[in-house]
Each structure stands twice: as structure tokens, then as C-alpha cells.
């Protein structure tokens, strides 16, 4: 969250609620929402990095508010994660573990294994599909978010499907 | 409707023996007992289904879902008889059918089965509005009868204005939307559906799997093929179907399963592609 946080801040100053909810509008429904205790706490540890810079802005009828925005170094640090590529996810995978060690632990049965793991996809295929359509179809990037996810879920259970065919 | 045109043999004598009415209420609208299908092809025999039991209440929305070979869609053919099996039996609303004739087979599926093709098998000489009508008046509606049913389904399936086109002058997501239309103009009890989005684009999937939705909440029983698991997750049920049997039989959105209690925002693990 850290760098969204940063990314956010490059367009002007902005306080810590205005960001939770720019990032909610942005990100929708399916991604998971950072509660806004998250989001001051990692704004004061950019702030101390001497990636952002408060500023206090009394207000009379309310407490008063914290507005950031980015230094340069911030700047720099955005930049830099644009640059690089991510990770592609997952070549460590949990349920991977349980099944290769399934047997020689005469501990779990391989194929309710993948029954079990199989069900907990679909479940999460059809979790998905739902927010999809209750999402606004027009807003484009949570819709590719969970049009993402939801190839990633396909591609699991393909890949069950070949550890069945493997293990059975 | 009725299970028997007035002009079915009657070659099936165990058809006629669960006297209707006497059933109890709980008799599935589908039942299937250790059906076998073996294709004989070039080569050693391939057993596509070995022994399948399957039951679908009225109402229930289930796909089957499983990799391609497992012989899901022979299962399917098997259900809505355009296959016949080797062993096993089944029965619809009751009436043991896996010994009816094809042409008896024939009244059923224009009254009280609908299926639907992954490639639409449209009647392609024939517009749009005969292709949906010709079923409602082999059924024995009346024109008038067939146009009416014909118009509020287009209308449904938002095909207005597309009555007079032929088959060919429509994107694949209309011509699915036709044939959907065709398989539910007898409104029957059973929608057996062969991987309907299978030669579609995403759009037309996703078009695919509201209408199912949409008839499935109105009461339509379902039954689905399909390899695509988004379509598949529509379904209250997903039968995972292996190599000729069925490995899995799950209530989707019944139980969340044990574990990820604190999962932000319900599927949030899945969403945050690895951060």
C-alpha cells in the first residue's frame, strides 16, 4: 500500500480519509480495502522516510487534519517502482505443499485433497462473478481486477485438473 | 404439458408404471442409475460414462464441469436422449425414459427438454422468428400462439428488430440468444445446455451466463456442460466430472469452507494478485 499511497499523492496533496476513498473508487469492491488506521500509520512511516510531508490544518468545528504530499525523494521512489517489473504470483503455493506431501505422510488423501480445494475455487469463482455484476460494468480497472482473478482461478482449476489426471 | 403426445406407442411398458400423482413430492425431476456409455470408434472402445448417478430437483441450476474427453457432453446426450446408454436407467419427472424410441424421444425434447449447442444448430435457411416458432408449432401451439411466445422471448433476449434475419447475419452471441429462445419457446421443465458459451467471445459468455441466471431464478431447472468454470460458478451446483465419472458433487455458496476467516473483503486474497 505503501507506493499506491505514494502513486496517489504525485497528482497534489491530499488527507488520509480523501486517499482510503480514492483508492476504494479506484480498486472497487473486490480488492481488499485497507481499513484508514492502515492508511495513517503507513503515511506516518513514509513521513518519517521523508517520502511525504504533513502539514496540519486547523480546523475550528473539527479535530484537526493531516494534508501530505509527496517530497521528491517520494517522487523518485514512485518512479522507481514504475520502472521495474512485479513478480508474477504464486510458484510457492500452500496447497501445492499439502499435496506433495499428501502421501508420504499417509496423513491426506490426494483426491479429497484436490476435491476439497476445487470446491473453495469455485466458491471463489462464483464470489467473484457476483461482484462483477454488481460492480459497475463501466468502471473499467475493477472489472479487469476481478476479470484478472477470475483467469487466475481458471487457471487453478485447470491445474487441479491436471493433478488429478496426474495422481489418480 | 404432458409427458406423451396422443400418438406415442406406447413400446415402454416400465414408463407407464410410477402412476403420476402418486409420486411423492420429493422425486427429482431427473434421475440417472449407473449409466454407461461406451463409444465404439475406430480403435479400442472408449467408455466415455462408467456408471454415472445423478440427480436434478426441479429448480436446481447444475453444471458439469470436468476436462475435455472426461465425456460430459455424451453424459448430456445421454440425459436429453440423443444418445441412448448401455446400462443404467432414467427418469424424468418419474417416468423411466432410457427405453424410449427416438421418436418418442423427439416429443420430449420439443415439449419438456430444451437443449441448447455450443454451436446453436440453427435451422439456417429459416429466419430467426421460424427458428423459435417452428418448435411451439411441432408442439401443437397455434400460430398465433407460437408468435406471441416468440415475440415476448426475443423481446427478452433482446433481439427485437431481428425476427426477419437469418442465422448467418448474426454475431455468435445472437445466434445463441436464437437458440436459447428455441430451446425455451415449449417452456420445459428441463434446459440441458452443451458448453453454450464454448464458441463465443467474452462478451457473448458473459451474456450466456446472465441469461442462464436470469431464467435459472424464475424456476428454469438447468443442466450445464461446460470446461469454463466462470460459467460453471453461476450454477448452485457444480458436478466435477472425470474420466468418464463424477469425482465431485458440490453446493457452490452453501458453506464457505473452514479457514480464511479474516479474508478482507470476502475474496481479497484471490484479488490481490500477488502484492
Known amino acids: 500500500m505503501r507506493l499506491a499511497l505514494l502513486a496517489l499523492l504525485a497528482r497534489g496533496p491530499a488527507h488520509g480519509y480523501e486517499l482510503k476513498l480514492e483508492l476504494e473508487k479506484l480498486l472497487g469492491v473486490a480488492y481488499p480495502q485497507p481499513n484508514v488506521g492502515q492508511i495513517y500509520v503507513t503515511l506516518g512511516r513514509l513521513e518519517k522516510a521523508g517520502l511525504i510531508e504533513g502539514e496540519e490544518i486547523t480546523q475550528s468545528s473539527r479535530p484537526n487534519k493531516k494534508t501530505y504530499r509527496l517530497t521528491d525523494a517520494g517522487r523518485e521512489a514512485v518512479d522507481a517502482w514504475f520502472e521495474e517489473t512485479s513478480d508474477e504470483p504464486r510458484v510457492r503455493d500452500e496447497f501445492f505443499m499439502k499435496l506433495a506431501l499428501a502421501a508420504s505422510s499417509g496423513l491426506a488423501d490426494h483426491l479429497t485433497l484436490i476435491n476439497r480445494q476445487r470446491r473453495q475455487y469455485l466458491n471463489s469463482m462464483r464470489e467473484l462473478s457476483r461482484l462483477s455484476a454488481s460492480e459497475d460494468r463501466d468502471n473499467r480497472i475493477p472489472q479487469l481486477l476481478i476479470e484478472g482473478a477470475m483467469l487466475h482461478l481458471q487457471a487453478d482449476l485447470d491445474w487441479l485438473e491436471r493433478c488429478q489426471e496426474e495422481l489418480e | ?275
Request: hydrophobic share 40%; aromatic share 4%.
Open chain 2, 1 to 275: 404439458m404432458s409427458d406423451t403426445g396422443p400418438t406415442t406407442p406406447p413400446e415402454d411398458p416400465e414408463a407407464a408404471v410410477p402412476a403420476d400423482g402418486a409420486r411423492p413430492a420429493a422425486e427429482p425431476l431427473l434421475r440417472a442409475e449407473g449409466l454407461v456409455k461406451t463409444h465404439h470408434g475406430e480403435g479400442a472402445p472408449a467408455r466415455a460414462v462408467r456408471g454415472v448417478d445423478l440427480t436434478v430437483r426441479a429448480g436446481e441450476f447444475v453444471a458439469v464441469t470436468g476436462p475435455s474427453g472426461a465425456g460430459k457432453s455424451t453424459l448430456l446426450h445421454l440425459l436429453g436422449g440423443l444418445q441412448r446408454p448401455d446400462e443404467g436407467a432414467l427418469w424424468l419427472d418419474g417416468a423411466r425414459v432410457d427405453g424410449y424410441s427416438e421418436a418418442r424421444w423427439a416429443v420430449l425434447r420439443r415439449r419438456r427438454v430444451g437443449i441448447v449447442f455450443q454451436f446453436f444448430n440453427l435451422v439456417s435457411n429459416l429466419t430467426v422468428a421460424d427458428n423459435v416458432e417452428l418448435p411451439a408449432l411441432l408442439a401443437g401451439a397455434t400460430p398465433r400462439q407460437a408468435r406471441a411466445e416468440r415475440a415476448s422471448l426475443l423481446a427478452e433476449l433482446g433481439l427485437e428488430g431481428r425476427e426477419r434475419s437469418m442465422p448467418a447475419e448474426l454475431s455468435g452471441g445472437e445466434q445463441q440468444r436464437v437458440a436459447l429462445a428455441r430451446a425455451l419457446v415449449n417452456h420445459p421443465d428441463l434446459l440441458l445446455a452443451d458448453e453454450p458459451a464454448g464458441s463465443l467471445d467474452s462478451k457473448g459468455t458473459r451474456e450466456v451466463m446472465r441469461l442462464l441466471q436470469r431464467f435459472h431464478q424464475r424456476g428454469q431447472t438447468i443442466v450445464l456442460v461446460t470446461h469454463d468454470a466462470r460459467l460453471a460458478s453461476v450454477a448452485d451446483r457444480v458436478v466435477s466430472f472425470f474420466d468418464g465419472r463424477v469425482a465431485d458433487d458440490a453446493e457452490l455458496g452453501a458453506t464457505p469452507g473452514p479457514g480464511r476467516p479474516g479474508r478482507p473483503g470476502g475474496v481479497g486474497g484471490l484479488v490481490d494478485l500477488g502484492d
